[in-house]
Antibody, heavy 121, light 113 residues
Framework: QVQLVQSGAEVKKPGASVKVSCKAS????????MHWVRQAPGQGLEWMGW????????NFVQKFQGRVTMTRDTSINTAYMELSSLTSDDAAVYYC??????????????WGQGTLVTVSS | DIVMTQSPDSLAVSLGERATINCKSS????????????LGWYQQKPGQPPQLLIY???TRESGIPDRFSGSGSGTDFTLTISSLQAEDVAVYYC?????????FGQGTKVEIK
């Protein structure tokens, strides 16, 4: 069955960067887009962007432009999301989420367990 | 950006009773070429990631109990839980995947009355 296993919780200082990994199994990694969604404490879901694991092409919400990098390593079926210049507003649980198809016009059908990122001086 | 607005923000329903959650999009999410509404519903229980319930506005995901149903088209959608069970206590989100950026509703918290 599909599994998305994310890296563990992180504590970062303001201004630092964080890199979250998401290891996929149970399906062909390059056949489905991967999305990143975050959730601040007690808040709703915020979509950040997507990566096409086949090509490495990615797209992000405008507010993260210049701060976020989405990459993948197809040799180990792992997607990465790196966010730089962290502020307290970036404190959240970050989820990777597999799309049901190979374009942006497909819903999310599987989620990672989430990675808690704490930003504190 | 497409704004997704859910109502109500929270509701309390007796066990075995019907729960209805509404979701309105600021523009249509219906693809007139394939007649599909690019609208999904997710359930999130405390401390867990979201789980897909419904996609294409009305198609139930495999393994989801048939008490969950989705309806609507264009800009107005509804998630119905026909007979609320204790395990249905959660926050429910609608989400459009018609346009980038994808957007979620603010969530509706469902509790037992």
């Amino acid at each position: 069955q599909v599994q998305l296993v994310q890296s563990g919780a992180e504590v970062k200082k303001p201004g630092a960067s964080v890199k979250v990994s998401c290891k996929a199994s149970g399906y062909t990694f390059t056949d489905y887009y991967m999305h990143w969604v975050r959730q601040a404490p007690g808040q709703g879901l915020e979509w950040m962007g997507w990566i096409n694991p086949a090509s490495g092409g990615a797209n992000f919400v405008q507010k993260f432009q210049g701060r976020v990098t989405m990459t993948r390593d197809t040799s180990i079926n792992t997607a990465y999301m790196e966010l730089s210049s962290l502020t307290s507003d970036d404190a959240a649980v970050y989820y990777c989420a597999k799309a049901a198809g190979s374009s942006t016009a497909w819903y999310i059908d599987s989620w990672g367990q989430g990675t808690l990122v704490t930003v504190s001086s | 950006d497409i704004v997704m607005t859910q109502s109500p923000d929270s509701l309390a329903v007796s066990l075995g009773e019907r729960a209805t959650i509404n979701c309105k999009s600021s523009q249509s999410v219906l693809n007139t070429s394939n007649k599909k509404n690019y609208l999904g519903w997710y359930q999130q229980k405390p401390g867990q990631p979201p789980q897909l319930l419904i996609y294409w506005a009305s198609t139930r995901e495999s393994g989801i109990p048939d008490r969950f149903s989705g309806s609507g088209s264009g800009t107005d959608f509804t998630l119905t839980i026909s007979s609320l069970q204790a395990e249905d206590v959660a926050v429910y989100y609608c989400q459009q995947y018609y346009n980038i950026p994808w957007t979620f509703g603010q969530g509706t918290k469902v509790e037992i009355k």
